[in-house]
């Protein structure tokens, strides 16, 4: 942990992009159901998911339309009623065909039944400890954060571990996106709900809920309601990316440094995004599984920028329209933010579980300037949050010494991109980085099966 | 909209705004306040030094990358303004035009260029030449126009010794140091500038503007120039308080020779110096003790450019032995 200006944030590297929160001050807004959602069966990290529909069937919203495939999975479900148009191979935010679950609307949408779609709010946890992890299993809920790993596994603590402390990330450093901001101000309540379900899931007194300081409302709403609960504190943290990454969290709020290679689990926590933690709360209180997420639709050149609740299958074009449509000079869409969000090549593809916004940039902003020489300035080294050697790292994958970047940790880079983004020379740091790291873990794939 | 084509790369999709450029000109900008004070010191010789020094090391560089590299020269990316301006400050500014010249070609052709050009050179380009200039040219190199005289004259000016040249002499005549003491300027002086010197050395306090600048434009950072100033004065501290009869008070060397000049501008020469914060703290402290004794016991009155320039061929060995601490590889929680 360090310390600057009375506000707390991670020691190491971290870089200050403006921030641009176009859509900061956007109430959120509700996406118009679509004619037809394609749900990929692969929305998280891990096996994906087994359909267990079939084409023709007719679906309420709510229904389990694909169960876990394996331990590290998670169910999908249909986010809106009607017929199962076709089950095919079709282009996700990952550029490839993947099986995907094409529903076609009814005229009327029919939910099914046990889901509270209402919102009124529910206090009470009835639940045991194990009653609260099969609903979060039943739900599909996966990290809404961006990396989509299933949250049940992730609170099912290993024998042998122990967590003292849940983290609740609300940090949201990504420059332009405003999902999570918005959440935070519209669902205090349920957030402090889903908050105390994690805690008993996890079996501890004590959750800290970090949030950057460029927060304000949102610092102050759930503070004055965090007060009157016990063992809830919310910490408002210096503006820093990537703060919102696990181990740049874990470090800026409780100090701990997470071991190379290792869990939060191995230094007493977990943590849990606030779009996890609301969705949590639907599914263990509203019997609502992840059918719908949050997305900020943004950009400098997007006439009403915004943020949308949106049905989980629904094409990034509806989204794209309801801002106000798709500017002429658009270079380029990204799925997530500007650090690590994904380009699309086609805007036809689905919302999944991880889309937590789609940025459009101009033509201008889009293109990116020619690589030049390293004048070996050191500003990758200084702004790496994990502090590796990213010029270093570049040089030897390219050169194609695995040994070297194997040995110099290039497994620990998080890809937040800040290396890249420093570099006056605007070399491929990342890019390169990238490479190496899939490289070096095929190649220990391979050592550890002879 | 139906034929209208994304671009696709990987993430990051934004970048910052300091380029290679950028940052060459702001340590220009950096380094215009000493000229034009020695401009105002010395007189034209001291401008067209400077401009002789610029202008033949832009030329060396174009001639150098398009017809023997053969690649295409980018002299305007500022490092070979940087370098000609670097080599005019560390020479005397009536020195004459054609060693000057000699000085760039060093610079730039053997100094960087034959490396492969920007990013690849191991010394410091302007010490290079410095150097090569000093030990060709011993006499031309080490006449210092004495300050506010024949400004407007560039041959034949009143010349005088450097404090550094002043102390190192009278010691070895066995000369006592309080009577040396009256020979040289007040510390006010060189803080100022008005004693004799390279071109570019002699204003501690426009030097140290500079690098006040430098920092807030995020060009360089704290660690290189104040760890070696900072070695410097404990070093020669030592020795002053061993015997203040032989050695100079602290405070001396870390305003004269050049002392400001190196540590801020010369030593944190980005492609010369370590890449990480505990390799610069090595690199640092190497300069500081060697810059010492050379002015002590060596030879030459002043040290900064043969130091900057041993620790620059040390910087390869102190990159690969010495890394930056990565996060989670030595933990100690709770």
């Not at chain 1, 967590?163 to 901001?181: F, K, M, Q, R, S």
């Not at chain 1, 997007?302 to 094409?315: M, Q």
């Not at chain 2, 150097?131 to 000016?157: E, G, H, K, N």
């Amino acid at each position: 942990m360090f310390i600057f200006n009375g506000l707390k944030t991670f020691s190491k590297g971290g870089i200050h992009p403006e921030e641009n929160k176009l859509s900061a001050d956007q109430p959120i807004q509700i996406l118009p159901l679509p004619g037809s959602v394609s749900i990929p069966i692969s929305q998280h990290i891990g096996t994906p998911a087994v359909p267990v529909v079939e084409r023709g069937e007719q679906v309420k919203t709510g229904q389990v339309i694909a169960k876990t495939g394996g331990f590290v999975s998670a169910n999908i479900h249909a986010s809106i009623s009607g017929k199962i148009a076709k089950i095919s191979d079709e282009m996700d935010s990952s550029g490839y065909r993947r099986m995907a679950i094409m529903i076609r609307a009814d005229k009327e949408e029919q939910w099914l039944d046990g889901i509270d779609n209402s919102g009124k709010l529910i206090t009470g946890i009835p639940y045991s400890r194990d009653e609260i992890l099969q609903k979060i299993l039943n739900g599909g809920i996966v990290g809404m954060g961006g990396a989509t790993f299933p949250s049940h596994i992730k609170l099912n603590i290993p024998k042998g571990k122990k967590a003292d402390v849940l983290i609740i990330n609300g940090v949201e450093c990504e420059p332009y996106l405003t999902a999570d901001h918005r959440l935070m101000i519209e669902k205090p309540e349920e957030l402090i709900v889903g908050i105390r379900i994690l805690m008993i899931a996890l079996g501890v007194d004590k959750a800290i809920l970090g949030i950057e300081n460029n927060k304000p409302d949102a610092i102050e709403k759930i503070s004055s309601l965090a007060g009157k609960e016990k063992g809830i504190q919310v910490v408002p943290l210096k503006v820093q990316y990537p703060q919102g990454g696990e181990k740049q969290l874990i470090k800026a709020l409780i100090d701990r440094e997470v071991p190379s290679g290792k869990l939060p689990i191995d230094v007493g926590t977990v943590v849990h995004n606030v779009g996890t933690t609301y969705a949590v709360y639907e599914a263990v209180l509203k019997n609502k599984p992840l059918i719908e997420r949050i997305v900020t639709v943004t950009g400098k050149s997007v006439k009403n920028p915004g943020n949308f609740l949106t049905r989980i299958g629904s094409p990034v074009n509806a989204l794209i329209e309801a801002a106000g449509g798709l500017p002429e000079n658009t270079g380029k869409v990204i799925s997530g933010g500007p650090m690590m969000g994904k380009a699309l090549n086609d805007l036809d593809i689905p919302v999944t579980k991880g889309t937590s916004g789609i940025l459009i940039l101009d033509e201008k902003e889009a293109h990116r300037k020619a690589s030049k020489v390293c004048i070996r300035c050191t500003k990758c080294v200084q702004v790496c949050p994990m502090g590796l050697e990213p010029f270093y790292l570049q040089n030897m994958t390219m050169r194609g010494n695995f040994d070297e970047i194997e040995a110099n940790r290039i497994l620990d880079c998080i890809e937040c991109g800040s290396c890249s983004y420093i570099c006056p020379s605007n070399r491929e740091l990342l890019d390169y980085i990238r490479l190496g790291k899939s490289t070096v873990t095929n190649l220990i794939r391979e050592r550890q099966r002879v | 909209m139906e034929t209208k084509l994304l671009t696709v790369s990987h993430s990051p999709h934004i970048h910052q705004v300091q380029s290679i450029p950028r940052i060459m000109y702001d340590v220009v900008i950096a380094l215009l306040p000493a000229l034009i004070f020695s401009v105002y010191v010395f007189g034209l010789g001291a401008l067209m030094v400077t401009l002789a020094a610029v202008l033949s090391s832009l030329f060396f560089e174009y001639v150098i990358a398009k017809y023997i590299i053969k690649r295409k020269p980018d002299i305007l990316d500022g490092s070979a303004i940087i370098t000609g301006i670097l080599l005019a400050f560390n020479v005397p500014s009536n020195l004459p035009i054609w060693i000057v010249v000699i000085g760039s070609f060093v610079a730039i052709g053997i100094g960087k260029m034959s490396f492969g050009g920007l990013g690849n050179n191991p010394f410091n380009p302007a010490l290079v030449g410095r150097v090569f200039l000093l030990i060709s040219f011993p006499v031309q190199m080490t006449t210092w126009p004495v300050p506010f005289q024949d400004r407007m004259s560039f041959a034949d000016t009143v010349t005088g010794a450097t404090p550094l040249s002043i102390i190192k002499e009278g010691i070895k005549n066995g000369e006592s140091m309080t009577s040396l003491m009256k020979q040289i300027p007040s510390y006010t002086e060189f803080l100022i500038g008005s004693q004799a010197g390279s071109l570019g050395e002699i204003s501690a306090f426009l030097l140290i503007l500079g690098f006040l600048y430098l920092v807030y434009r995020k060009v360089i950072t704290w660690h290189i120039p104040v760890t070696i100033i900072a070695t410097m004065f404990i070093f020669s501290g030592i020795l002053w308080l061993g015997n203040p009869e032989q050695n100079m008070d602290p405070i001396f060397h870390i305003l004269t020779g050049g002392a400001m000049l190196g540590a801020i501008y010369m030593a944190t020469d980005y492609v010369t110096s370590p890449m990480s914060i505990r390799g610069m703290y090595i690199y640092s402290v190497g300069i500081g003790v060697i810059t010492i004794l050379i002015r002590v016991f060596g030879a030459y009155p002043e040290g900064v450019s043969f130091a900057i320039l041993i620790l620059n061929a040390f910087v390869p060995l102190i990159n690969k032995y010495v890394k930056p601490i990565s996060f989670g590889e030595k933990v100690k929680n709770g």
